[in-house]
């Protein structure tokens, strides 16, 4: 909020910002470019603004699943509901942002844009503090990366000893609460087969006691938290092609329709180019509630499963979804460029195909990763959560820029600039969309692969005769 505040007064008091130019094309003698206290105070409102959304979106999700409880049915099936909910509504303030605050920046006033924004930032922050006596407050248990930097660690020491035949020989939470140690809150969980290398950092090293401290000897129940992160790693690295493929809807489709004919009627009204994300942004609000009362429910009489489509299977749609969106762009860029070399420019709306499929996809995709990474994240970990989803959002844009400068280099040779031309009619992006969509057809694959594999939380605590509902009882010491 204070970095909107910030921005918000640095377009209001004229000490802030340079003076406006004497017209507009911006090469009047009297645009004097801005000093380097405006720039510090513009840069000061946009660097709080974002710190403040990295710190809002890494907590929102979790604060929001810890006001469920996962051991009562009900609220179990509520939670799923709500993430699907929570990114509608998240969807409809970026419905909002790109089209009535940048028709009141562009026809009232920038000031008045930010100033909006800032008055809906305080009003949320007065529901938000409304309810804080109704609030669920779940206790931290340490940071998540030192707990895999000690197991590995550990592991890696003891890596000479013998595992124990008997995985209840492994020092536990139960060793060390006879002890007289700090649990904080950990809860037991059984054994698992996989990663056992990771078991030596629980192995006791008899011949030095004195040497056990966190970073030479863990509890089962550290070593089996880190292994679940360990397991869930294939299906967080498959998912990171989809937010690739999103990328190009706020790229290339946007200089697609730079090029093509945006007016609506006979109105002579240019839809501009980036707003084109409306349709993006449209295929998510109308796939959400799509899914909540038409897809879901299908979905439990056809699997029998209470919650409709598990996580996985929804981020199998959404892949499926962003390969299909490829497709139609790469099909839709070919008869677009066919009909340029003959002189004719074809309506902007040809591109909403490409647009609806990857929106609905990102719908589906986003909401079984939220689902899936605060779900079968352990308890003690759960801070981590949203950080696997989120980097799974910024490498897809990171992996997108890196795929164009390959191809740019790959296919551009001296005064040919290959397939992402700057002037795209004489490039080729269709060629572009279709190597996309075969890199992600391969993905898919190795994706499916790993979530077949995959078992779930739920399925492993049921197989070790646990049931959720007596989790809570399982916290030693409680």
Known sequence: MQGVMILTISTVAPGLRPAACGD????????????????????????????????????????????????????RKMMMRFFNWFYFFVSIGALLAVTVLVYVQDNVGRRWGYGVVAVGILCGLGVFLSGTRKYRFKKLVGSPLTQVATVTAAAWRKRSLPLPSDPSMLYDVDNKAAAGEDLKGKLKLPH??????????????????????????????????????VRMLPIWATTIMFWTIHAQMTTFAVEQASVMNRAIGGSGFLIPAGS??????????????????????????????????????????????????????????????TESADGVTLTVFLLMPQFLLVGAGEAFTYMGQLDFFLRECPKGMKTMSTGLFLSTCAL??????????????????????????????QGRL???????????????????????????KEKRMADAGIELADEEAMIVGH
């Open 24 to 75: 507009a094309t911006g090469q009047s003698p009297d645009c004097v470019p801005a000093n380097g206290t405006q720039l510090g105070v513009l840069y000061l409102g946009l660097y709080m603004t974002a710190l403040g959304t990295g710190g809002l979106k890494s907590s929102v999700s979790g604060f929001g699943s810890d006001q469920f409880d996962e051991s009562d049915d009900g609220e």
């Open 276 to 337: 084109l994300t409306v349709f993006l942004i449209g295929s998510i609000l109308l796939t959400v509630p799509l899914y909540d009362r038409l897809v879901a429910p299908v979905a439990r009489r056809v699997t029998g499963n209470p919650h409709g489509l598990s996580p996985l299977q929804r981020v199998f749609v959404g892949l499926f979804l962003s390969i299909a969106g490829m497709a139609a762009a790469a099909l839709i860029e070919r008869y677009r460029l």
């Open 396 to 425: 897809g844009f990171f992996f997108s820029t890196l795929i164009v400068t390959i191809v740019h280099k790959v296919t551009g040779h001296g005064s040919n600039d290959g397939w992402l031309a700057n002037n795209i009619d």
């Open 430 to 456: 269709d060629y572009f969309y279709w190597l996309l969509a075969v890199m992600s057809g391969i993905n898919i694959v190795f994706f499916t692969i790993a979530a077949r594999g995959y078992v779930y």
């Open 192 to 229: 698992s087969k996989e990663c056992r290398f990771l078991d030596h950092a629980a192995v006791v090293d008899r011949e030095s006691p004195a040497a056990a401290s966190g970073w030479t000897l863990c509890t089962r129940t550290d070593v089996e938290e880190v292994k679940q992160v």
